[in-house]
Every structure is written in C-alpha cells, then in structure tokens.
C-alpha cells in the first residue's frame, strides 16, 4: 500500500483538505489573540453557529445561499458578542477571559439545542460539486477539492490585505505594539472590532464550509476547539505564516499519522507539539508583538 503513489497523493488531498479548514477557524482566532490579547474559547461556538445557519439555509434556498450567509450571520453574533462583552472583558486578564469565554461555550450549546434540537443535521453537497475529478489517476471528491481551493483564495487575500494595503500595515502594528500604534493615529479601538467581525466571519465561513462533511452536531464547536489551538501554538500567535503552517503541519501528522501508525495517531500530534513548545515556546512563526 506504501508502494503505490496513488495512496499517497490521496492521503496528500486529505491532509491538504483537513488542514485548509483548520486554517479558516484558526486565522480568525490567532489574529484576535495576536492584535486583541483576548483569549476567545467561543470561537469554536461560532463555527458551529455557522454550521447551523449553513444547514438551515441551505435546506431552503441552496447551498451557495447557506455560504454567503453564514458568515454575515456569525459576524452579526460577533459584533453583538464584541459590544455585550468582549469589549468589557479586554483588559480583565486572560483567567477572567477564559473562564468567561469557556462559560459562552456551554451557553451557546444549550441555545442551540433549544433551537435546532439534539439531533444532527445533514446539508447536502451542491450539485455542481457532488461529483469525483481525476487528479493524477485518483479520482476525488470534488467538493474536497474545493474545500482546498477556497483555503488557499482565503489566505492568499488574507495574505494581499496584510501585505499590500494600509489597513493591513495598521492590522501589524496592532499586532506588533498596539500602544505605538495608537500614538501614532491608528484607532486601534476600531481595529479591533473590525478584526473580531472578520475573526467570527471566517469561523462561520468554516463552519458552512464544513457542514456537508461533518454531521452538524451542537458539540461541533467543542470537537474542532483543541485542533485549532494545537494550530494556534504551533504556528505562532498573530502571524497568518503561523496559521497555514500550523494548520499544514496539524493536517498532515493527523492524516499520515491516522494510516500509517494508528495506534499512536493521537499521540503523535500532541508529542509534535510538546517538542515545538520546548524548541521554539512562541511557535514557528509568531507575531513580532
């Protein structure tokens, strides 16, 4: 089986696949802990908020429907979360923001049991991605393929705004110094609360991206929450470098790990990261700040 290519460019798309989407939720997260100093554990709330209103959308009016509007749903939470308690919460200490932020977790569980119910949901695959394309000789599913396609179109804008535009440059000396940053002119007020939206819009982007490959579940947010900040130390607070390869490194120890050793598969991703922690304690690639 090792012999034959064909199982390792499959395992390669897999892994490719897995990590892509770690890389929506945790760009998010990793950017508000980078330039926020805010410990969010309810990030993995609002990916299973996406999931939900992708599902629920799409039952009715389509699955491109349920993609667009996920996202602009979970940001409105994220803009009602920043205005009721995240802004409050900002200079109370990291305890404080995780027992709190841990506390959102179990609160939005329950709302969504009391709105969806107990039982998972299924949303349907498109029909112009329900098919299988030949890739190399491997036949794969299409929608994988464009769970990778959209990861990369995500961080290569993400990359371009960072990169080349002046709220990009504003985005890293938050990052970097926040109190420079603010004599310097930035409202980093602002900053913030635009940077948490677009945070909680990407959590909800992957949550819509992932429902028709998971079973939309109300522990969802709960099942994904350590994966992404295994990313998250891995790759480095603040740092969109960090992210993919957090998320890279994650996808593909999970996935090799999984056919080749699965007895150790979930030791090895943990044993990867106490190795990185003692190596390099800021991660791979972490924020100047």
Known sequence: ?????????????????????????????????????????????????????????????????????????????????????????????????????????????????????????????????EGRLSVLGIDYPLYRLFVIGLGLVVFAALAFVLGRTQIGAMIRAGVDNDAMAACLGINVERLFFIVFCLGCALAG?????????????PDMGLQILIPTLIVIVIGGLGSLQGAIAGSLVYGFVQTFGAVLAPGLASVLIYGLLAAILVIRPTGLFPAKG
């Open 1 to 129: 089986m090792t012999t034959d290519p064909g199982f390792w460019l499959l395992q390669t798309l897999n892994a490719l696949q897995l990590s892509m989407l770690l890389f929506l939720l945790s760009i998010g997260l990793t950017v508000i802990f980078g330039l926020m100093h805010f410990v969010n554990l309810a990030h993995g709330a609002l990916y299973a908020a996406g999931a939900y209103v992708a599902a629920s959308v799409s039952a009715v009016a389509g699955f491109w429907a349920g993609l667009v509007l996920a996202p602009l749903a979970v940001a409105v939470i994220g803009v009602l979360l920043y205005g009721g308690l995240i802004r409050r919460m900002r200079r109370s200490g990291p305890m404080a923001q995780v027992l709190v932020t841990f506390g959102l977790i179990f609160v939005a569980l329950d709302l969504t049991r009391l709105i969806w119910g107990d039982i998972a949901l299924a949303s349907a695959m498109p029909p112009l991605l």
């Open 205 to 217: 982007l992957a949550g819509a991206v992932a429902a028709p490959l998971l079973s939309v579940s």
